[in-house]
């Protein structure tokens, strides 16, 4: 049985740890460096990004945390859990926070505003439907949520949603020095994958549906397959190779 594990340092890892019983999978809160050995993927939940960093790095989480997403093993972030896997982060506090990194895009760390803003609605995941099952629409919790600006073109784009009428402008600088523009389009993305990396900017752990948490698995799924195809392919290549022949010694009487 795969064990996922969730990063209990703040924020909603209980929820996640609650939906992955509720499928019947088994969840491990992680808090050390030496808790992710053995894991076959991991979530990182919502909460408020810059303690959860603080508190990672009081635990020296990061340095094993980039080792996991680069390792090749799944994990997904949800909200706050996005904003640490992003490559690049705007909208952060003075003095920033650091990053796990791996995911090829850009987030804005608090779009969709303060927790006044919170909001629900309905986003369509075509996806999700094809992979899981039901409809093709979820519902999507958004508390003092981040969104992704930008992806690179190996990022997968799952789900956007409307950016809202009422939302204060959002002023995009590059880094020092660079000119800022204002974000003017209408949608904003807010889920994506990137090969063993999900990422969405909404809380599917407070809802009923599971399909997320389904779909995070199969990726679990999808990994083991494909190191067990590299590992057959390798024996294959192994059992092609010339085999030596025995050396022809001659025999002294």
């Not at 959860?52 to 340095?63: S, T």
Request: with cysteine; aromatic share 6%.
């Amino acid at each position: 049985m795969a064990v996922v594990g969730v990063l209990a340092l703040q924020g909603s890892y209980n929820e996640h740890l609650a939906a992955l019983r509720r499928i019947g999978v088994r969840g491990v809160e992680v808090r050390k460096p030496e808790q992710l050995l053995g894991l076959d993927s991991l979530i990182i939940p919502g909460g408020e990004s810059t303690t959860m960093a603080k508190l990672a790095n009081y635990h020296n989480l990061f340095p094993a945390l980039r080792g996991f997403v680069s390792g090749g093993k799944p994990v997904w972030g949800t909200c706050a859990g996005l904003i640490f896997l992003a490559n690049k982060a705007v909208g952060q506090k003075t003095g920033g926070q650091e990053l796990v990194g791996g995911l090829d895009c850009t987030v804005h760390r608090n779009f969709f505003g303060s927790q006044l803003q919170s909001f629900e609605t309905e986003l369509s995941v075509p996806k999700l439907a094809e992979k899981e099952g039901g409809n093709g629409t979820c519902r999507g919790v958004f508390i003092r949520a981040p969104a992704i600006l930008e992806v690179g073109s190996d990022v997968e784009i799952l789900a956007d949603c409307p950016v809202p009428a009422n939302r204060p402008s959002i002023i995009i600088s590059s880094g020092e020095g660079a000119e800022e523009e204002v974000y003017s389009k209408d949608r904003v993305i807010v889920a994506v994958r990137q090969g063993n990396i999900l990422a969405t900017a909404f809380h599917p752990e407070l809802t009923s549906d599971s399909r997320w948490h389904r779909f995070f698995l199969d990726m679990d799924k999808e990994s083991q397959a494909k190191a067990l195809a590299a590992l057959s392919l390798s024996s294959m290549d192994a059992e092609d190779l010339p085999k030596k022949k025995p050396l022809d010694l001659p025999i002294f009487e």
